[in-house]
């Protein structure tokens, strides 16, 4: 057997039985990096200090073998994030069809609604409130 065979098995069994990877343990890993940037271009310790914690929690999360709490704490942060990362998908999704579609919100209710580029002066009528306006896409 060679090192990366040897390698790959003791990584195997050091990761069998533990809880892996999740959402929650990237985003502490990423607000970790965001603050050891921080850290570093500001010259600030305390940025250091927390994401050298973030790091050893994330890091505990992941070798875990209290999979149930870990779930429970995933869903929780799934929870609390929910409508932010709604927001982020629909405006990739804004972005890139930016050029076919015309987005607009509703004056009266503000419900996002849009219209295909180049079909002129249109009556819309809101599907929420019922309000009837016109726009120009």
């Known amino acids: ?55 050893g929690w994330a890091v505990f999360r992941i070798f875990s073998r209290n999979t149930e709490k870990r779930r429970a704490e995933n869903a929780l942060y799934l929870q609390k994030t929910e409508k932010l990362r709604t927001q982020i998908r629909q405006a990739k999704v804004r972005f890139r069809n930016r050029k076919q579609y015309k987005y607009f919100k509703c004056p009266h209710c503000r419900t996002r609604m849009r219209l295909t580029r ?20």
């Open 1 to 55: 057997m060679d090192f990366m065979q040897r390698l790959r098995a003791f990584i195997s069994r050091l990761t069998y039985g533990r809880y892996g990877s999740d959402q929650l343990s990237r985003a502490i890993i990423y607000g970790s990096i965001i603050l050891l940037f921080l850290s570093f271009a500001l010259g600030v310790h305390l940025f250091w200090t927390l994401s050298i914690l973030g790091y």
């Open 118 to 137: 180049g079909c002129g002066e249109k009556s819309v009528t809101c599907p929420n409130c019922k309000n009837v306006f016109r726009i120009r896409a």
